[in-house]
């Protein structure tokens, strides 16, 4: 794809569940994206149960070419009608966007999608489908870059009911919030989490409902190459250096060694800035043609750290990232501003990194890096890793 979908989900659950009754699948690969977003009727265990085999029975069969009917009728006869209420016990919203951006979007008794478009909210144009009895909407568009489509659990429409607002907050009402959260906000990650804080304030922090929001944005790709570690064979300076001037994106090295060695091969001055020492992290360096210089093992392991704590809170508020060191500085680049982040990560390892507990091989720095990879891929980048 020439632009970059950055897809997110974010939930929280009725006051006193353990299990969210949404639940949100999502697949995307270099080819196509396949999203579900499934609300089980109630809450709890039986509506979590029932949500999850919607959305893995519905992004499967979509995932394979199946058409709606057949997915639909699946559902269906998979999963029985409420005999009290005469409702199906799961709605769903499906999304399916190609590797030429045409989106292909079904629901079924979940609210209707908000999609912006330059800034305004654009209305779909829907074509009414009879699926085994149901009544499913279908609409299809062409994604253009600085789209945004954000699909929301009917808990959001619910919020307030009986508490802060006597009717809940309207379609319209969440519409105009979330048309201007786009204009703030260029990270679906931020949209969400930002959305659920209000929703959880709308219900006096005591859901009343399973509330979920799951965000597209069509962005330019945003590449950074972190280079970190000298390479196992000293040979190999010359070539990861040659790397590190390839590069087009944000540039960050991660380590005093690898700054060494850049800056010895490139003939370029480090300078280190003491105004950034802090008890607990090092300072940051400066280096032409590098947006951002850090030690090591301690500043990864603190960026861990933070990132872990933005993929499990439901509010982006928890994470504070706004001073200028080394730790925030490199997480604001991982998270805020890039879409693929490539690691380059030499294998020779620091005997001070070598935990004497473990058995040989196992490093501290690179169980770091190995768990950071993972985490950002949670965040919805796009993680590769190249040794040396």
């Known amino acids: 794809m020439s632009c970059y ?12 569940e353990e299990l969210c009754g949404d639940n949100v699948v999502v697949i995307n690969n270099e080819d196509e994206a396949v999203i579900v977003l499934s609300d089980g009727l109630g809450s709890g265990v039986k509506a979590n149960i029932l949500s999850t085999l919607t959305s893995k029975i519905a992004s499967t069969m979509l995932k394979q070419g199946a058409t709606l009917r057949d997915t639909v009728e699946t559902i269906i006869n998979t999963l029985p009608t409420c005999q009290v209420r005469k409702l199906a016990y799961s709605t769903f919203t499906m999304i399916k966007i190609d590797r030429d951006r045409n989106m292909y979007l079904a629901e079924y008794d979940n609210p209707p999608a908000f999609f912006y478009r330059h800034g305004r909210n654009i209305p779909l144009d829907k074509k009414e489908t009879m699926v085994a009895g149901k009544k499913i909407l279908e609409s299809q568009i062409r994604l253009e870059e600085g789209d945004s489509l954000s699909v929301v659990s009917d808990g959001a429409i619910h919020a307030g009911v009986g508490q802060m607002l006597n009717l809940g907050w309207a379609w319209d009402e969440i519409n105009e919030y979330l048309m201007n959260l786009n204009h703030v906000n260029d990270s679906s990650n931020l949209i969400n989490g930002n959305f659920l804080g209000v929703c959880s304030n709308l219900y006096n922090n005591k859901p009343g409902d399973d509330t979920t929001i799951m965000t597209i944005k069509v962005k330019k790709p945003s590449v950074v190459d972190l280079f970190t570690g000298p ?22 090295i991660c380590g005093g060694t690898t700054a060494l060695i850049a800056s010895r091969e490139l003939k370029r001055e480090l ?22 210089v850090t030690e090591g093992v301690l500043t990864l392991g603190k960026a861990l750290e933070k990132v872990k704590c933005y993929n499990q809170s439901a509010f982006d508020e928890d994470i504070r990232i706004n001073d200028y060191n080394g730790v925030d500085l490199l997480v604001k680049i991982l998270v805020k501003n890039s879409t693929h982040i490539n690691f380059h990560i030499g294998r020779a390892v620091n005997p001070a990194h070598q935990n004497p507990d473990f058995p040989a091989g196992y490093n501290i720095k690179f169980n770091i890096i190995e768990s950071l990879m993972k985490e950002l891929t949670m965040c919805g980048k796009t993680v590769k890793s190249i040794y040396y």
């Open 5 to 16: 979908l950055d897809i997110n989900h974010k939930s929280i659950n009725k006051h006193g």
């Open 231 to 252: 390479p196992l064979d000293r040979n190999l300076d010359a070539l990861l250096v040659e790397r590190m001037a390839e590069g087009e994106g944000k540039k960050v």
């Open 271 to 292: 300078e280190v800035d003491n105004d950034t020492i802090s008890p607990d992290i090092p300072p940051i360096a400066y280096m032409k043609g590098f947006d951002l």
